[in-house]
C-alpha cells in the first residue's frame, strides 16, 4: 500500500480557504486517494475521493496533478466547525474489501 | 448517523474480565472491519471481513477474537486484555467491488483497568 505524508498540524483563521497536501510518491496505477475528516471520539468520516485531476463536491475539492504523486484537499472558507484530524488514504481493493491504513493526519485548527 | 451503530459507546473493563463489542450496519454493505485508535496514534486496521469471511488479521493478539455472523453484524470479543489495549475501537463498513469508502461508527471507548 502507498504510504502517505502530509504535514502533522496546521492552523487557518475562520472564513480562510485551507489546503492540505499530501504525498504518496509510489502510487500504484490502480490506487484512488481518499480524504477523511475526524472529530475527536469519534469515527472518521469521508470527504471526497479522486483518480486524477480535479474532483470537487459540496464540502471540498480535490487537486490531482498528472503524475499523481501528490494531492491536495482545499476546503473553501473553513469555520471553526471545521476543526478536526484530516486524513489522506491511497489504496485500492483487494478482492471486495478495503485494507486501506492511515497514516498520522493533519490536525487543522480553525480560530476567529 | 452513519447507518453503522456499535454498542456499547464506553466500557470499562478489569484484566480478567470477558466482553464483546457489537457492531451494526444498516448500508446493505458487505464488508466490515476492525481499527484500533490509541491516545494520539494512527488507526490500525486489525481485521476484515468481507461476505462473512475474515480476509485479513494483522497481527492482532489472540485476546481480541472478531466473529462475524452475518454480513451486518460483527464482535469483537475480548479478553484478559491489557492496559495497553486501552482505546478507540472503531467499526466501519464498505460496498463491494467498485467502492473505496468506509463508513465508520462512533466507536467504543475502552478502559482496561
Known amino acids: 500500500l502507498a504510504k502517505t505524508t502530509q504535514p502533522i498540524s496546521m492552523d487557518s483563521y475562520e472564513g480562510q480557504e485551507v489546503n492540505i497536501t499530501c504525498s504518496h510518491n509510489n502510487i500504484a496505477t490502480n490506487d484512488y486517494i481518499t480524504w477523511y475528516q475526524q472529530f475527536p471520539s469519534q469515527g472518521p468520516r469521508f470527504i471526497i475521493q479522486g483518480y486524477k485531476t480535479k474532483v470537487t463536491n459540496e464540502v471540498a475539492s480535490l487537486f490531482i496533478p498528472a503524475d499523481r504523486k501528490s494531492s491536495t484537499l482545499s476546503l473553501p472558507r473553513v469555520s471553526l466547525s471545521d476543526t478536526a484530524v484530516y486524513y489522506c488514504l491511497v489504496g485500492a481493493y483487494t478482492g471486495t474489501a478495503s485494507k486501506l491504513t492511515f497514516g498520522t493526519g493533519t490536525r487543522l485548527q480553525v480560530t476567529l | 448517523e452513519t447507518g453503522v451503530t456499535q454498542t456499547p459507546r464506553h466500557l470499562v473493563m478489569g484484566m480478567t474480565n470477558k466482553k464483546s463489542l457489537k457492531c451494526e450496519q444498516h448500508?446493505?454493505?458487505?464488508?466490515m472491519y476492525w481499527y484500533k485508535q490509541s491516545a494520539k496514534k494512527p488507526l490500525e486496521l486489525m481485521f476484515v471481513y468481507s461476505l462473512e469471511e475474515r480476509v485479513e488479521n494483522n497481527s492482532v493478539p489472540s485476546r481480541f477474537s472478531p466473529e462475524c455472523p452475518n454480513s451486518s453484524h460483527l464482535f469483537l470479543h475480548l479478553h484478559t486484555l491489557q492496559p495497553e489495549d486501552s482505546a478507540l475501537y472503531l467499526c466501519?463498513?464498505?460496498?463491494?467491488?467498485?467502492?473505496?469508502?468506509?463508513?465508520f461508527g462512533s466507536g467504543t471507548q475502552l478502559s482496561v483497568l
Open positions: 466501519a463498513s464498505s460496498q463491494d467491488k467498485g467502492k473505496r469508502k468506509l463508513f
Open positions: 448500508l446493505g454493505h458487505n464488508a
